[in-house]
């Protein structure tokens, strides 16, 4: 139904004008068209929460289809008033820590975390970019932390909708992104001290 690796071309102008509200009802018509535009429009972000809670991108890719398939199936039950990223993160977020929960893998080994940090000085001098650092040290995070920093950090997410997506406490999901972010924190002065205030704001 939608291919999240290589998508199909939109019109810019169109996909810059018509709003994921508009591309529902459009979808809900039976409009196929509007469907791959809206997949084209949150593939990014569903590839990146996915990617943060399962660590293996071949399993972010399905969990992310599969979340696709899963709103186009589900459009009738989406309310108008809601915001539709919300509604459609959470089911990214619901399949892939259920696709945890089936592979026993509740929780990343500080372990297996320090292994996916430790590289050597050449790939270090292959790959002077900020992400790549951000990256792995969002890996060494636990399940929690990585959904939350994602949340946070993605575009037009306020807290309100972090904490609905994410289903945490709202009381106490400040309290949760502070100390995940000074873990994330310590975790990129262990790699990179001299980049660490550039990188985490």
């Known amino acids: 139904m939608?291919?999240?690796?290589?998508?199909?071309?939109?019109?810019?102008?169109?996909?810059?004008?018509v709003t994921d509200h508009q591309l529902v009802e459009q979808i809900k018509k039976g409009d196929k068209e509007s469907f791959t535009l809206l997949v084209n429009r949150h593939k990014r972000y569903a590839l990146t929460i996915a990617s943060r809670i399962l660590l293996v991108d071949e399993d972010a890719e399905e969990v992310a289809h599969d979340a696709?398939?899963?709103?186009?199936?589900?459009?009738?039950?989406?309310?108008s008033e809601a915001k539709f990223t919300t509604w459609f993160y959470?089911?990214?977020?619901?399949?892939?820590?259920?696709?945890?929960?089936?592979?026993?893998?509740?929780?990343?080994?500080i372990q297996e975390?320090?292994?996916h940090l430790a590289v050597s000085s050449d790939d270090i001098?292959?790959?002077q970019?900020?992400?790549?650092?951000?990256?792995?040290?969002?890996?060494?995070?636990?399940?929690?932390?990585?959904?939350?920093?994602?949340?946070?950090y993605l575009d037009e997410l306020d807290m309100e909708e972090v904490a609905e997506i994410s289903g945490f406490?709202?009381?106490?999901?400040?309290?949760?992104l502070h100390r995940a972010r000074k873990r994330l924190a310590k975790t990129?002065?262990?790699i990179m001290p001299q980049e660490i205030e550039s990188i985490v704001q």
């Open 129 to 152: 970019d900020k992400q790549f650092y951000l990256n792995r040290a969002i890996a060494a995070l636990s399940q929690d932390d990585r959904l939350i920093v994602t949340l946070y």
């Open 188 to 190: 990129l002065q262990s």
């Open 113 to 115: 975390a320090h292994h």
């Open 68 to 79: 696709f398939v899963k709103a186009y199936l589900s459009l009738s039950r989406f309310k």
């Open 125 to 127: 001098m292959e790959q």
């Open 2 to 17: 939608c291919n999240l690796t290589h998508g199909a071309s939109v019109q810019p102008n169109v996909s810059q004008q």
């Open 90 to 109: 959470r089911i990214v977020v619901n399949l892939a820590i259920s696709r945890v929960r089936k592979r026993k893998l509740d929780t990343v080994e």
């Open 169 to 176: 406490d709202r009381n106490n999901l400040k309290v949760k």
